[in-house]
């Protein structure tokens, strides 16, 4: 490769990288993959710093020239399995057949996506739903109102988009239309307890994979996106608490 192509080659790696932390990919699997990449490649003094709002990359070409580049992470967090597995595979197929700079620009810039089954993603929030509702205690009207009530998160989660607003801010909005309307349910008869039909929704928001990845990064000594993390998933915490807490001062002494 000459300069020029190496200074594209470096920014097409980096654009996969963002993409994969968008995905909600771990930081070391991130600094890994591209590392793998770099190495299939045959360039040499490789060093990689990723955080989730950052990745820098530094290389050296075989013929002693260093190249370094950064790129800016502006979304991360929210984990999509989907993509993650789409990029994973990308990223065997650069490994293995190391194409050139222009099908290298072409798979990355316009990646195939495998399509979302957008039926089975809403039956699986309904399920969840009804499924924790009646597991913690309430009957099998209760599991009924929490899977209604999971297809208007669904709704908002995949078609009015406002998780790309803000995670936290999703959250509350989320919490605070749910709360909303398991109150009303339970008023007008659909739904017993309307505690137990809270707890159900409640599942579809908490941040677990979130937690559970933060603690993971800071074992693997990625102390300061395993910090960002765990911050954002005690933020998200508190959404829903207060999402559902003032659904409840709304309407809870109305509708009594």
Do not use: W
């Not at 190495?39 to 990689?48: L, S, T």
């Not at 659904?247 to 002494?253: E, Q």
């Amino acid at each position: 490769m000459n300069n020029f192509e190496c200074e594209q080659f470096l920014e097409l790696t980096l654009s996969l990288g963002r993409q994969y932390v968008e995905t909600g990919a771990e930081i070391k699997r991130v600094e890994d993959s591209l590392y793998r990449i770099y190495k299939a490649y045959e360039f040499e003094n490789i060093e990689i710093y990723a955080i989730t709002s950052l990745i820098v990359a530094t290389i050296k070409a075989p013929d002693g020239t260093h190249y370094t580049q950064s790129v800016r992470v502006n979304s991360g967090g929210s984990t999509d399995l989907g993509r993650l597995e789409d990029i994973n595979a990308l990223i065997r197929y650069i490994c293995t057949n190391t194409p050139d700079i222009d099908k290298l620009s072409d798979i990355i810039n316009n990646p195939k996506k495998t399509k979302p089954k957008k039926l089975l993603k809403c039956i699986g929030y309904m399920l969840a739903a009804g499924g924790f509702a009646v597991f913690f205690g309430g009957d099998m009207l209760d599991g009924a109102a929490a899977a209604v009530i999971a297809i208007a998160v669904y709704f908002m989660d995949y078609h009015f988009k406002l998780r790309n607003i803000n995670n936290v801010i999703y959250t509350f909005i989320a919490s605070l239309v749910s709360g909303i309307i398991a109150l009303l349910f339970t008023h007008f008869g659909f739904g017993h307890n309307v505690d137990k039909v809270m707890i159900g929704v409640i599942m579809l928001l908490i941040p677990g994979l979130l937690l559970v990845n933060s603690i993971k990064e800071m074992f693997n000594r990625d102390v300061v996106t395993g910090l960002y993390r765990f911050v954002e998933a005690v933020f998200v915490a508190v959404a829903i608490a207060g999402g559902f807490a003032v659904s409840v001062l709304l309407l809870g002494g109305v509708l009594k």
